[in-house]
């Protein structure tokens, strides 16, 4: 009876005492950031997080995964890989509540717009955790698309509203992560907004496909439905140049099959996971590294 019980009071605490103080430091450091000019708010919680994102739990499985991705990297290459990963989120972080001003300053270049001009209804905008993945839904903005999205509730449900604020300047409409999402998809095409994922997470409900040369649960609904309603996936790439300045590179459009089988399914995954491989390779400190994107057992 002792081990439900504890769980009981561990759960009242974390909602008692937990949430609000860890929603109040969130908040205080979201608004310090909006108030800073952009370039002070990155570069100051850059060098905040690379201070102290070594010490974290979370280092141990981000050098982890970078040693099974990259397994030519000796220590001293991981290490200094990782300490710059924690800066980049860092700014990441000091830059998300200007992302909406950043092209207005001139801050983002944007490759491959042609691709979206050509889009006369839905489409599929795909890209990872890498750069600030933030701004890649900027392109579909600046060419006049509405922006649709999928995310994952917060286990803290007292931060809800930044994901919202996000969402009003996208335009388009959001959907829960899990049985909700691939309907979402399916709206959102039927709307002719442009869906934008990030599926370089594990995903339970997806299929095994290499990346990196191992097996990673991988997202395909996106592929299935596009394949299915006839809408194009395209890559959206986006790189940290230097300090506050990015590129964002949309693709052409993916060739797809002709049928969704499971076959023809897991050879686009696949070429997916081996494209943002390629990405992640050629700017390791660029990718966020502490995601459980191989499962647990990594």
């Not at 395909?220 to 596009?226: L, R, V, Y």
């Amino acid at each position: 009876m002792a081990d439900p019980v504890v769980k009981i009071i561990r759960r009242y605490a974390r909602r008692i005492f937990i949430w609000p103080i860890e929603a109040g430091l969130v908040f205080l450091l979201f608004f310090t950031a909006r108030l800073l000019p952009v370039t002070i708010a990155s570069a100051g919680l850059g060098y905040f997080l690379g201070l102290i994102g070594p010490f974290t739990p979370w280092q141990a499985r981000a050098r982890r995964n970078l040693a099974l991705a990259l397994p030519h990297l000796n220590q001293q290459a991981q290490t200094a890989i990782l300490k710059k990963m924690w800066n980049n989120l860092g700014r990441v972080l000091g830059e998300y509540p200007h992302v909406g001003r950043l092209v207005k300053t001139n801050r983002v270049e944007f490759v491959g717009l042609d691709h979206l001009h050509a889009l006369h209804g839905g489409g599929f905008l795909i890209g990872a955790h890498i750069g600030n993945w933030e701004v890649g839904p900027l392109a579909a903005l600046s060419v006049g698309k509405k922006v649709a999205a999928i995310y994952r509730p917060l286990n803290n449900p007292l931060l809800a509203g930044l994901l919202e604020r996000r969402q009003k300047h996208y335009g388009g409409d959001i959907y829960r992560k899990g049985r909700e999402a691939a309907l979402g998809m399916v709206i959102a095409m039927r709307k002719q907004q442009v869906m934008c994922l990030l599926v370089d997470q594990q995903l339970r409900e997806g299929m095994a496909v290499p990346f990196f040369g191992h097996p990673a649960q991988t997202s395909i609904s996106h592929i299935k439905i596009a394949i299915k309603k006839n809408v194009p996936i395209m890559f959206m790439r986006t790189e940290r140049l230097d300090g506050c300045r990015f590129r964002v590179t949309i693709s052409a459009p993916l060739a797809l099959p002709q049928t969704s089988s499971d076959d023809a399914v897991l050879h686009v995954a696949t070429a997916i996971n081996q494209e943002l491989a390629r990405w992640i390779a050629a700017q390791p400190d660029q990718w966020f590294w502490p995601h459980r994107r191989w499962g647990k057992d990594i």
